[in-house]
């Protein structure tokens, strides 16, 4: 199971911002950089935010990221349909099984 | 253009083995950390294991520890994941990731199309 909680589901209207919220403790969020990836239906995934808040080339400035204490938070502005996708945070957990964990994913609808 | 397909998935029966390999192109192979990540049908994204750019670092999900050994060749700009003792809960699609850095803690920025994993019997 994971160890990073996201709402199952956020929907919005075309045009509108959604947000979706990631929560862990300090030994993942807490202390090392969130990532958000986005995945389309039948499609692999595709990194949207790293190291908190940047984002790669080709990344529209629609999407943003930000981390507070335990928590971070994905925003999205100017929904469009092709949006509709699972959204998953991720980080880094120092605890004695040092490893990657992701969050238990977002499906957005755009309504 | 950075290209990462996976190859060697398949249908295998409980207690059997399994090879996957990962063939990178388009980038600096050896300066950077690679990745498995699976995703069982319908479900999430869950990491599976990591190897660091020189192999110095490597890391294992507690669910496979034991049973799967990562490895790479930086010489053939190749990952594999050898997968022992499977079980029908490794059913999944396995997806080849590149690290953001020559490290093991850092973000995904490019995943390959995965190959699916099939243990029944």
């Known amino acids: 199971q994971s160890v990073l909680t996201q709402p199952p589901s956020v929907s919005a209207a075309p045009g509108q911002k959604v947000t979706i919220s990631c929560s862990g403790s300090?030994?993942?969020?807490?202390?090392?950089?969130v990532s958000w990836y986005q995945q389309l239906p039948g499609t692999a995934p595709k990194l949207l935010i790293y190291d908190n808040n940047k984002r790669p080339s080709g990344i529209p400035d629609r999407f943003s990221g930000s981390k507070s204490g335990t928590s971070a938070t994905l925003g999205i502005t100017g929904l469009q349909t092709g949006d509709e996708a699972d959204y998953y945070c991720g980080t880094w957990d120092s605890s004695l099984s040092a490893l990657h964990v992701f969050g238990t994913g977002t499906k957005v609808t755009v309504l | 253009e950075v290209q990462l397909v996976e190859s060697g998935g398949g249908l295998v029966q409980p207690g059997r083995s399994l090879r996957l390999s990962c063939a990178a192109s388009?980038?600096?192979?050896?300066?950077?950390?690679m990745h498995w990540v699976r995703q069982a049908p319908g479900k999430g994204l869950e990491w599976v294991s990591g190897i660091s750019w020189n192999s110095g670092s490597i890391g294992y999900a507690d669910s496979v520890k034991g049973r799967f050994t990562i490895s790479r060749d930086n010489a053939k700009n190749s990952l594999y994941l050898q997968m022992n003792s499977l079980r029908a809960e490794d059913t999944a699609l396995y997806y080849c990731?590149?690290?953001?850095?020559?490290?093991?803690?850092?973000?995904?920025?490019?995943w390959g199309q995965g190959t699916l994993v099939t243990v029944s019997s």
């Open positions: 990731a590149k690290g953001g850095k020559a490290g093991l803690r850092y973000y995904f920025d490019y």
């Open positions: 388009g980038f600096t192979f050896d300066d950077y950390a």
């Open positions: 300090s030994s993942n969020i807490g202390n090392n950089y």
